[in-house]
């Protein structure tokens, strides 16, 4: 039989389709989900998230988020669950439904913060650690979610009394390689974070490099940087570098150099994000890879003096706790007794009230802003923040601050 050059052309055709459609649709699909990721226009926006009292998933504004992360799921009897499933899975489950506003949205799961335990005895052998990541493929594909993120906190380091060997190490590496392998064998492409301390110490415990070689992002924890319990007042969540030398003179100056005279510290210099994001470059980490963090809460000491407007100064021993942005937007900010400043330096502001001798550091609309325009000028991965909960539900909240820079 004799082909015409129509009846050719139509058989080439059909093979093409053939051969190309018979290809392994998991890579090209694969394929097509990083060039999507890669030409993502701004940073990525990543949402740690508490399901709130009142909650409302349909109210959660995820058409500015690019990801959110449900906190959290535990190590229990050496996997990954929910504490209260009951509860808990149906909440995930309507967020998840939220991707119908945001077909673009991630949504990832959480496993750990701070004080969980668990982690040391999960990561010991390939025999427990291959239970965990067994639960966490039943987990992801229950719940049909985008990714995970390893919240431990810290490999090697206890955290609140948790378990930590030397050995944590090398096993943090082993099981997010195991966990990396698990993931890819999904027919969709998944995501790994995982959620890292905001302070050099941390790096010595971990095999940085070949960690990153499994995770898309690292999520630093660039907050707490003067935790709750310290009786110093300081920035807790500052962009700018700040150095030693900058704050002479100071209690928070002196307390600082005396850890560092006697190894208790090997830093003299006070934490902060372009501190620690210049250490991991320095590391070789891809910016790319980098996501800073932004505290949609704030910290408040009590018996505070007034010199230097309460920062950087000895309190009276009483750090009161956290507060929630929305609390600080409705109590601290309209209240003629706090006086806002901002720290050109460490881009960051805080607040005094010399009646009551409070000091508050925290984030607001100004800092977010400015860490927002930090990730882009830096070629970093994006910003995250602990967590959306907290933010204030009114217009000019500090997620709408965050995505107007983002979008511009």
């Not at 039989?1 to 093409?16: D, E, G, P, S, V």
């Not at 150099?257 to 090997?266: E, M």
């Not at 325009?373 to 709408?400: A, P, V």
Request: glycine fraction near 8%.
């Amino acid at each position: 039989m004799r082909l015409n050059w129509k009846t050719t052309n139509l058989i080439y055709l059909l093979l093409f389709v053939f051969v190309f459609g018979c290809s392994n649709p998991s890579n090209r699909q694969s394929e097509e989900s990083q060039k999507a990721e890669s030409s993502a226009p701004g940073p990525v926006i990543m949402a740690y998230y508490v399901p709130e009292r009142d909650y409302k998933p349909q109210e959660i504004p995820v058409e500015k988020l690019t990801h959110i992360i449900y906190s959290f799921t535990h190590v229990i009897e050496g996997e990954m669950k929910f504490r209260n499933p009951e509860e808990a899975g149906p909440k995930l489950k309507a967020l998840v439904r939220q991707k119908e506003r945001n077909p673009h949205l991630k949504v990832m799961i959480a496993c750990g913060g701070w004080g969980a335990d668990g982690f040391s005895d999960m990561a010991l052998t390939e025999a427990s650690r291959a239970k965990f990541i067994e639960s966490a493929a039943a987990f992801i594909e229950a719940y049909q979610l985008d990714g995970m993120d390893m919240d431990w906190e810290y490999p090697g380091i206890s955290g609140a009394g948790t378990m930590a060997r030397e050995e944590d190490t090398q096993n943090f590496t082993a099981l997010m390689k195991g966990l990396r392998k698990m993931l890819d064998e999904f027919d969709t492409p998944k995501l790994l974070t995982f959620a890292s301390a905001g302070w050099k110490r941390y790096y010595d415990h971990i095999e940085l490099n070949e960690v990153m070689k499994y995770a898309d992002y690292t999520n630093v924890m660039t907050y707490d940087q003067v935790s709750g319990v310290s009786e110093f007042t300081g920035h807790h969540t500052p962009l700018g570098e700040v150095r030693s030398e900058d704050i002479a003179g100071t209690p928070f100056h002196d307390y600082l150099d005396s850890l560092y005279r006697i190894g208790a510290n090997k830093d003299p210099h006070p934490r902060s994000a372009e501190k620690i994001v210049d250490f991991l470059i320095n590391e070789g980490v891809d910016p790319n890879q980098i996501v800073i963090g932004s505290a949609f809460y704030g910290r408040v000491w009590k018996g505070v003096p007034p010199e230097n407007n309460g920062l950087y100064q000895l309190s009276g021993g009483i750090h009161i706790g956290w507060m929630a942005y929305h609390q600080i937007r409705d109590r601290y900010e309209p209240d003629s007794s706090f006086q806002r400043y901002w720290d050109e330096q460490a881009q960051a502001p805080y607040m005094y009230n010399a009646a009551d001798s409070l000091m508050v550091s925290y984030d607001d609309t100004v800092s977010v802003r400015a860490k927002t325009n930090y990730t882009q000028e830096k070629g970093l991965g994006g910003i995250m923040f602990w967590e959306l909960g907290n933010d204030t539900k009114e217009e000019g909240s500090l997620l709408d601050a965050i995505y107007k820079v983002a979008q511009e």
